[in-house]
């Protein structure tokens, strides 16, 4: 497990991007797995401009997220299909089925979360997942509780995630209370992590993470596990090391 210390967001941002594109550029990465939520829109800034000047081909890359609500479609403004769109699909040059996130407007969701990790089976596993955190400790949508041997399912959010997320909604009662998201084994298989924390709202995790059990009330600790781990963090989410 290796921490990169920045100083703030701006700085995480910057060089998350460099350390995907560095992996882009020496092959190592064909599926990449995405995240979503307030902390990567900077990496995507940065991603999106570091991309053009290097013209990178990305025709043989397949990229993954890590959840979506359930209830909502994908033209929601709110749904994670429409959060790609907006901060990163819409200005690379990548076909549709290249790009991949589970429907959580799925008819059978239970068969929409075989597929989704059946898929990311046959696409070779990912190779780089980036992480954010919930300020509890989730990665993906598993909240606290939730099975370290779990794959692509549905999940209840916590109280506290739906409190944090109706930032972007126009009521909190909009918020949808369930999601399909990878499960922490899912996350777990992935050949590199590449986890980004910022702000003061983030230390506690970040300080499980770092010091303390691996156990499933911060289902983060289970990171500590990892092979091949690195975290980004700023000084507020390191305020607690
Ligand atoms: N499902 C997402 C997670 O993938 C994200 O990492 C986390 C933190 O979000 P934020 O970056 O907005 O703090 O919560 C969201 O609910």
């Known amino acids: ?40 829109e900077g990496f995507y800034k940065y991603f999106v401009q570091n991309l053009k000047q290097e013209q990178l081909s990305l025709k043989d890359l397949h990229t993954v997220n890590l959840d979506e609500y359930i209830g909502l479609s994908e ?5 994670y299909h429409h959060y790609m769109e907006k901060h990163l699909f819409q200005f690379l040059n990548l076909k549709k089925d290249q790009t991949h996130l589970p429907n959580g407007n799925a008819e059978n969701i239970t068969g929409e979360c075989k597929r989704y990790e059946q898929l990311i089976q046959d696409l070779g596993g990912i190779n780089l997942q980036l992480l954010g955190v919930g300020s509890n400790g989730h990665i993906g949508f598993n909240e606290p509780g939730s099975s370290f041997h779990g794959r692509t399912q549905v999940v209840d959010l916590a109280p506290s995630t739906i409190e944090a997320n109706a930032r972007y909604f126009t009521d909190e009662k909009d ?40 156990n499933d009330k911060f289902p983060v600790t289970i990171l500590q596990k990892h092979p091949s781990l690195i975290i980004i963090a700023d000084q507020e989410a390191r305020s607690l090391l």
């Open 75 to 79: 033209n929601n403004p709110n749904s």
């Open 175 to 214: 918020v949808p209370n369930k999601a399909i998201t990878m499960g922490i084994q899912t996350i777990m298989e992935s050949k590199s992590i590449l986890l980004l924390a910022s702000g003061a709202e983030k230390a506690e995790a970040i300080y499980q993470l770092m010091h303390g059990a691996v």
């Open 1 to 40: 497990m290796d921490m990169i210390k920045v100083q703030n967001y701006h700085e995480m941002s910057m060089k998350a991007a460099q350390i995907v594109i560095d992996s882009l550029k020496n092959k190592q990465i064909n599926v990449l797995g995405f995240a979503t939520g307030g902390t990567p």
